[in-house]
Structures are given as structure tokens and as C-alpha cells.
């Protein structure tokens, strides 16, 4: 890959260097054929295109688009792109309810695939062919640009697609520069090992390099990203905390692993964010505390205030308004403890088992022997997408689903007979925590897992049905044994 | 890790080395504890202890044993220790019918782990408390071993065991030292990135060292492994292998990751050897081919032979009786071709993708939507275990399942509309090869890959249904459109 003319220690003091294609959204928006495949930036709902998303979202032309990001985007792409109808085929994940609603009425070819593997699968294994790259960047050069609040899979992207369009977003902070570490690992089967011994440390550049030849166009806006906003904790959330600290503390005792350093990941959302934020109320020792993740959510900036995290490493930041303006107000004293890398190194399989990472994901709902369902209720309507949970989920050495034992109020709950979307397999996760308890299941077989599962986490308003459940099954001679057709019944 | 004293370019010409405590089979088996963990060799049916399981098995205590192990063993360990009644709880691989119907009735506490991922979650992630390593061998110092046939996860359990018995076995030859390399990550979060950057590289050394205090007892014995039977390919294996070269002779064109050379691994099984020994039918044009993959099988004796393979890299050889006979005959000369490496480095999802393989797996049965089964029948009734497959499945640059389109004389679908047990997620499995046809499903929406599968995939005895079935459940406003009762009944 060209690495382009800038050295990765030359920081920036301007946004625009040298001989530049300027133009406007709608023009170049006109110059994307209307069957096009176009990879965007985006990732955590920030640090995506918004310019010529709404500009395609307003072509008056009939147009079929594949839109390929590797994350959350926001409302340009996510609400106005889709509600257009120029989406006719989407990757990788979504999280409004305008595109719920599209990918579940099959008006869009939804695919929904690994965070850490999208980039590979676009720019080697043949998931789709692309056409153009546009990205959201902080400053541009004539054959390099530094990417914005997110990284994601742009660095793939860009070297996949065909050519390149640049959104330069003055309301982002140039300093964000600081926090990039774009590493590329290069073509399989030559890659060679990606050469990272520590989450903190820097092995690449803070810009994303390119053939000059590709860039056709260069948009300046000033759009702020869509931001989250997460709810306040509730009891469940802090009870959930709680308990998930108590098997922490219990862990680091346990494992040589852990003597040391402890290597933490937490899935996005507000159950997320309240974990991360309530990691402060636990005692860690003289252990360093380092976050290697996907996303790093509001909740983790008091541990970094106070000096209580050694590092933290993600391709992104999911960060609320307020977030965000603590982040821009002191970008470069953050960018001491925070390195963004691309998607497929912060979730690379290798990494997350080389760090020994502790990993805490979120989900629909799990079943009685450990298959847990983050995507589509009822194993049929899709909520978001399986995002970089699988990668973190697979790969962790200690892998924790946690999450409420009941949603709606208390109506339905969370542990159920049988998944009927499995996301993550009885093979992977070790640990299921939500407000009632902690089912360690590591070591188990599927029917000490049932146990485990329906006396520690189930909530008790359901805990007698999954108990009748599996004392009904359990006369057959099988190894899971199951009712599908009463399983079934459950969910209706 | 203690490396021992032996220096890894030092060939052995003797078997016993140093003063050990030498002893028999019965004496080491009554020091066993009645409780046990007890972590075995043995990967691919070879390799695994022979003498000491035998003992335990005739032990007349009430054994109450956990047995682990990272892959395949042959019937000492799977038939007569488990007959016995000696065996409370195990992981984590089984293929005889005996081991089979007790984990069915659940006599046994079994439970199934990757194959890639059990060393670091016996040492590291608090699977079991383990006691003693059992270990066969071709050599042995006082603080070393040279493992017999198979590798698995021999040095972490090793690493991670109180105490160490080794069977010193004859029959096999000394000059299988020749094909180990042995390397050892060390533990997280410092382990590092592992430093191969060819599969036919060596990085490590030919024997496992171990803490000389640990070792108990030396067991002489001179028994052959319990070796494969594969069945001669049927009609359907070279139909299949025919779709699969077709597929990828496509694929080699597309792809620049296959521009000067492809990495392939099969499933093992009579399939998988077949599929195996087809591919000398294959133009690879200037190609190198090479083998990275969990296990060897016969079929890619004959490539070897050829001098058509590059190299090859498993943690193990899964061969007949006269595959054996013939690596035995010339274990020097096939060593210049194939590395034996320790299953967390031949399955490391980190090197999976480096390499860029493509993977090609066996399963039970696939659902329309592309989820798969490779374990339970009806989601219910254990056949094998996961083994490697879901490594191979899950970190493959193009991953392919193949397998026949019915079995039972074509009685019973393996396309199914709703798979009830799932071990690889529809994120993972890209194409599917039956010896109908080829489903290449990447970049496809759940209807879409639904429509691939039966039209290519599907028995033409069973289509019709399929796609009544799908039609059916299109009515919905659903993602993955499903009606899983009537799926239930499609089972039964």
C-alpha cells in the first residue's frame, strides 16, 4: 500500500494540502453511477460521511445502491439514505428504527458480518466488488488523508475500492490526528504477524495513505456526527455491575493471567456504558488496567481522568454530546492514554487471545445450555447486527454475556428454553451474569449449563417454567435434549 | 516454560535418557487419585497414552475421573476407560459408539470445546483443576519429551499439570521427532505475536520441556495407534470434489491473495480424505499449494509424493493403518515436507487469517439461511464434537462447507429449513458444495442465500419442500423469515 507523502510524526496545523479535486456533494453525489457499491468511513455512529450521503439521499435519479460501512453510521446514511430507497443492498450494521424496519420488510439485502473480517472479505475474499470509497477526514492531502472520529475498516476500504471521495469535516477537531495508529497488515498469505506487543503502543501512522490517481473529489463540510445517547443506569444496570464485579475480583485472584494486568472489552449500548463507568468502584490491586476493544463509550473517561487506566485501544469512540466535547476539549492529552487503530486490527482474533482479554458483551437473549442470540428477536426480526461481538466473543479468554433477565418491564424473558438465532455458540461463552447472579458455566455439560443458568440468572418469575422445561426433557437419552415444538411455543 | 536440556537440532538416536522412574502401567495407575483430572495426549485417533488408560479401566477402585483431552483417541481412552465407568466428566472430542451413547445418556459430563482454544482454557481460563498430564512418547529425558504421533495440546497441558507420566512406546518411530516443532506462546497479556511467517517454517524445537520434579513415572509400551478407517470415495465425494475444483479454480482467478499461492485445509473424515486425494486433479497453473490445516490425512500423501505440495502444517496425522505404514517407512523424507506444531499454533485464528486459507469442512447438516451443524442430530443427539472446525470455519479468508446433500440412502435431508444446534453462525460459512452444486452465498441476504441453497444445493427430492417451506414464511415482515414449529416437524 502507498503510505503516502507525510510522515506518521508530522503533526498537522492545517486541513488542506496541496492541489485538491474541491468540489460539492451534489456534483460528486452525480458522478456515482447509479448502481454503484460504495464504502463508507463510520464507525460507533461517528466519523462517517454526511455530505454526500444526504446529497445521493436527494438524487433525483432511480438509484440502487450497495452501501458497505463496517459499523454504526449515523442518520444521513442510517435514516435519509434508506428512507430514499437508493439502498438496495446493505453491510454491515445499523441501528435506527427506519432501517430496522427496511431490512426487516427484506426492501434491503441486508448482510450482516464480523466487524473485524469485513475488511478482509471486501478487499480479498470477494463479498462484493467496490466502486468507491468515501470517507470522512480531518485534513487531506493529494495522496493521504487522516480519518476522523472513527476508524473502522477505512484503511481496507480505501485500498479496495476503485476511487475515492473525501468529506473534509471542519467541525472535527485536527487534533484528532493525535489518536490514530493506522497499521496495515498487507496481503494474506505475506501479512507476516501483526508486530503489536501492548495495547498502548503505536505501530503505524496517524494518516491512511492512497494512489493519488483514485481521488476524485474533495467535500468540505461542517456536520457534527450523530452521537449516542445512552440511558442513565438503572437498578438492573448497577446490580448487573455488581455482580460482574464480584467474578472479576474473583478472577483476578484465580489466574496468573490476571497477576498483573487485566485486559478488559465491553460491548456498546447503555448497559455497556454503565459497566465501563462503574469498573471505578472496583478494586483492581497494583494491577494495570488496560480497555483492548472495539468501542470506548463515555463510561471509561472517569477511569482515564483519574489515572486508573493504563491504556485504552478501540477503532472507535461511542460517545455521547457531552463525550464528545470532554474528548475535543483536551484531544491531545486523551490521545496519551487512547491509540484508534482500523477494525481489523482492535478486534483481530490474534490480538484479542494474545492480550488474554476479558470480554463483556451485551445480548438479545441467551438459552438454558449457553447460546446466546444478539441479533434477531425471536430468531426472525433483526435488531442491529452481530457487529464485533462474535470477534471479541470467540477470542477472549474469558468470555462474559451479560445482560437484564428480563425485558418489557419484567413481561418477557431473556433466558429461554432454546435460541432460535445463535450468534455466538455453546462452545464460546464462560459466563453469564445478570442482575440476579453469575452462571459460571466453564467445564460444564449442557445440562449442569441449564442448571446453573435457570437457578443464577434467570429472574425467578420465569425460573419454574425453564426448570419444568428442562425436567421434561431430560427423560431423553440426548446430550442437549429439547423440545423444539414446546420451545417454540415459548416465544409466541 | 522450562525448554529442557535437549537443543532442538540435536537428533536423537536413543529413546531413554538421564535416570527416570522407570515403572509400569498398573503401579502409575493406582497413584492416580480416584478423582482426578487427568489431561491426555492424542489428536486424529494417534498418539494418545495406551497403557495407562488400559490400567485405569481395570483399576477396581470407583474412579470418578475427569479426561481431557484436545482431539480424537483411539479406543483405550474412548472404548475401554469409558466403559468402564472411570470416566465422571470430559472433553473434548469422542468417535466411538460406546463414548457416544454414554455421552448421550448422560453418564458422562461432556463438554465441547475448539480445538484451537483448550490449551490456553485448561492452563489459563479455569476450565478444570488439573492434576496429571498423561503423555505418550518416542523419547524422554529428565526433563523433556519427544511427543509420539500427534501434538494437540500436549505442551500446555503439560505446562499446566501437577505431576507427568509418560508411556514410552516403541512402535512408534524415533524419527518422528523429526516432524515436531514446537512452539509455546507463553502466557497472555505478554505472550506476543506468534513468529511464523511461512507454514512450513520451523520456530521451535523437536521435545517438550518440563519441570523435572513433575515427572512420576516412565511406562515402556509397544502398541500401535488405533488408526482411521476411511471408506473408498462414493459417488457423491467425487461429485463433490468436483463442484469444490470448479469453485476454486474460479476462485484462484478472482482473488490477488491466490496470485503465487493457495493455502487449503479439509475436515477430516472419509469426505475430507477423499476431497483431499482429488485435489491432484486440480490446475493450480504455477501456484504454490500448501497445507495449513488441524489435520493430515491419507489423501494428501499422494501430492506430497508429487512433489506437488509446497509443504504442509497440522497438529496432527489422521491416517490408515497404511498411511502410516507408508509415513513410517520414510518419516525423514516426508519431514522435509510437513511441521507438527501444538494445536493453539496450527488452528491460531491469528495465522488462519494471516494465511489467507480456505477452509473446507464436513457438518451434519445446513440450514437454507446458511447456519450450520456439526455436532448434534436434530440439535439434540451428540455425534462427534467441534473439534477445529469452527477455528477453520470462523478464520478462513473464504470458507466453504461440504458435505453430501441427504444421507441414509437419501432418506433424510441434510439441507434443512432451521438448524437446531448451531456451531457455525451465518456470519461465517461464505459457500456451500454439495454434490449438487455450489451455493456461494457472500454478499447475500438470508432469502437470497435461502434461494442459492436450494436451488444449488438442495436434492431435488427434497427442493420442492424447501421451498415451500420458504415461500410459506415470506409472508412475514421478518429479516430471517422462520415458522419454527413447522421447521420442528420437518424433523421429526
Not at 126 to 145: H, I, K, S
Not at 172 to 195: C, S
Amino acid at each position: 500500500m502507498n503510505r503516502g507523502s507525510v510522515p506518521a510524526d508530522t503533526p498537522l496545523e492545517r486541513r488542506l494540502h496541496g492541489d485538491l479535486p474541491l468540489t460539492d456533494a451534489a456534483s460528486v453525489a452525480a458522478g456515482i453511477p447509479a448502481d454503484a457499491t460504495v464504502l463508507t468511513s463510520g464507525f460507533g455512529s461517528v466519523g462517517y460521511p454526511k455530505a454526500i450521503p444526504l446529497a445521493l439521499a436527494e438524487d433525483d435519479r432511480d438509484l440502487g445502491l450497495t452501501v458497505v460501512h463496517s459499523g454504526n453510521v449515523g442518520a444521513e446514511i442510517d435514516v435519509d439514505l434508506v428512507e430514499s430507497g437508493a439502498v438496495d443492498r446493505r453491510f454491515s450494521y445499523q441501528s435506527s428504527s427506519v432501517a430496522r424496519a427496511a431490512t426487516n420488510r427484506r426492501e434491503i439485502a441486508f448482510s450482516d458480518r464480523n466487524a473485524s473480517a469485513i475488511g478482509d472479505e471486501v478487499q480479498y475474499g470477494g463479498l462484493v466488488d467496490p466502486d468507491v470509497a468515501v470517507v470522512e477526514a480531518v485534513a487531506v492531502g493529494e495522496d493521504w488523508f487522516v480519518p476522523s472520529t472513527s476508524l473502522g475498516q477505512v484503511p481496507a476500504f480505501v485500498e479496495a475500492a476503485d476511487s475515492l471521495l473525501v468529506e473534509l469535516n471542519r467541525r472535527q477537531p485536527l487534533e484528532l490526528q493525535a489518536l490514530h495508529d493506522i497499521y496495515r497488515p498487507g496481503k494474506p498469505p505475506n501479512r507476516g504477524p501483526i508486530p503489536l506487543s501492548d495495547p498502548g503502543e503505536r505501530i503505524g501512522t496517524t494518516h491512511v495513505g492512497f494512489d493519488p490517481e483514485k481521488l476524485v473529489g474533495v467535500v468540505e463540510t461542517d456536520v457534527a456526527d450523530s452521537t449516542y445517547i445512552f440511558r442513565d443506569p438503572t437498578a438492573d444496570d448497577l446490580a448487573i455491575a455488581a455482580n460482574l464485579g464480584s467474578f472479576l475480583a474473583a478472577e483476578m485472584e484465580r489466574s496468573p493471567v490476571f497477576e498483573d494486568a487485566v485486559h478488559l472489552q465491553f460491548g456498546v449500548g447503555s448497559l455497556g456504558n454503565a459497566l465501563m463507568g462503574e469498573l471505578k468502584e472496583l478494586d483492581f490491586g497494583d494491577r494495570d488496567v488496560v480497555y483492548f476493544g472495539e468501542l470506548i463509550q463515555d463510561g471509561l473517561f472517569d477511569m482515564l481522568d483519574a489515572g486508573r487506566l493504563e491504556c485504552a485501544s478501540a477503532t472507535s469512540m461511542a460517545l455521547t454530546d457531552e463525550g464528545q466535547e470532554r474528548l475535543f476539549a483536551d484531544v491531545e492529552r486523551y490521545a496519551e492514554d487512547i491509540v484508534l487503530r482500523p477494525a481489523d486490527v482492535a478486534n483481530h482474533p490474534g490480538l484479542i487471545d494474545q492480550f488474554g482479554v476479558v470480554g463483556v458483551n451485551s445480548a438479545i437473549e441467551f438459552d438454558i445450555y449457553g447460546n446466546v442470540n444478539s441479533t434477531h428477536v425471536g430468531g426472525k426480526r433483526m435488531i442491529n447486527g452481530v457487529g464485533g461481538s462474535a470477534d471479541f466473543n470467540r477470542n477472549s479468554l474469558v468470555t462474559v454475556c451479560a445482560l437484564p433477565s428480563t425485558l418489557d418491564g419484567g413481561d418477557i424473558s431473556r433466558v429461554v428454553p432454546m435460541a432460535f438465532h445463535v450468534d455466538h455458540t455453546e462452545h464460546d461463552v464462560d459466563v453469564f451474569v445478570t442482575e440476579q447472579g453469575v452462571a459460571d458455566v466453564r467445564g460444564r455439560s449442557p445440562v449442569e449449563r441449564a442448571e446453573l443458568i435457570i437457578e443464577h440468572c434467570a429472574h425467578p418469575d420465569f425460573a419454574p417454567d425453564l426448570r419444568a422445561y428442562l425436567e421434561g426433557v431430560q427423560r431423553q437419552d440426548n446430550h442437549i435434549p429439547h423440545d423444539v415444538e414446546r420451545a417454540a411455543r415459548w416465544q409466541d
